[in-house]
């Protein structure tokens, strides 16, 4: 089944976005913050080109 990398990516990278925001871990420095948003979303369009089928299609 295909799409659930892509899923499974985009919770963990948000929950230690969120986690970050919220004051508990600290991951990223302040002044790298753009460049970390730009590499996450370019991550994203490479899982979502490699997944592009619908969620949970076999093939």
């Known amino acids: ?3 659930y990398k892509t899923l499974t990516a985009a ?5 230690i ?3 970050q925001q919220m004051g508990v871990i600290a ?3 302040e002044h790298y913050r753009g ?3 730009a590499g996450v979303g370019l ?3 490479l899982l979502r080109l490699k997944t592009n ?3 949970g299609r076999r093939h």
């Not at 919770?11 to 929950?15: E, F, L």
Request: charged share 5%; glycine share 8%.
């Open 53 to 55: 089928t619908q969620v």
């Open 1 to 3: 089944m295909k799409g």
């Open 27 to 29: 991951l990223v420095p």
């Open 17 to 19: 976005g969120m986690a």
């Open 35 to 37: 460049a970390t948003l």
């Open 43 to 45: 991550i994203m369009a």
């Open 11 to 15: 919770s963990v990278i948000t929950a």
